[in-house]
């Protein structure tokens, strides 16, 4: 006898959601990255600010020569800042892309579960009508 139907749609629903927990997972891998760029990103600024705050309550006479190292390290810290926030707009990127994965598989899952579901219940069905068919000739043979 050929499998069910509710037997045979099991593998794809488990392929299924295998795929969404994988997708799960990338959608966390990117969502902890992209808490860890910004960050990142924060310290970045607080140190920069601080750098800045420390020059300026420096109050004694300043070499030229500091203050061109100062501004070439301040434009350094610049430079870095601006590199995170480029990252972290691609790593936003990132995360929208893997959060509709995400999604798309979870409804994808949800709707193969959903089938499964449907042809359980027509087997169901099916099997009642067999059996009541098997009761009613029985009852039949037994009239005559």
Do not use: C
């Not at 299924?16 to 959608?27: G, H, I, K, Q, V």
């Not at 860890?36 to 300026?56: I, K, N, P, S, W």
């Not at 203050?67 to 350094?76: E, G, V």
Request: glycine share 2%.
């Amino acid at each position: 006898m050929a499998s069910k139907r509710s037997k045979r749609i099991e593998i794809v629903v488990d392929l299924a959601r295998r795929a969404e927990e994988t997708a799960a997972d990338n959608f966390t891998q990117a969502k902890n990255a992209l808490q860890l760029a910004e960050d990142q990103l924060r310290d970045l600024t607080q140190y920069y600010q601080g750098y800045v705050e420390r020059m300026q309550a420096n109050t004694r006479a300043v070499k030229p020569s500091e203050l061109i190292q100062t501004r070439a390290f301040l434009q350094q810290l610049s430079v870095a800042i601006s590199g995170q926030e480029h990252q972290i707009a691609l790593l936003q990127q990132q995360l929208q892309h893997r959060q509709l994965a995400w999604h798309k598989s979870h409804l994808k899952t949800r709707s193969l579960e959903d089938l499964r579901t449907r042809y359980i219940q027509e087997e169901h069905d099916a099997d009642d009508r067999l059996e009541q068919k098997a009761l009613d000739e029985w009852v039949a043979q037994k009239r005559d």
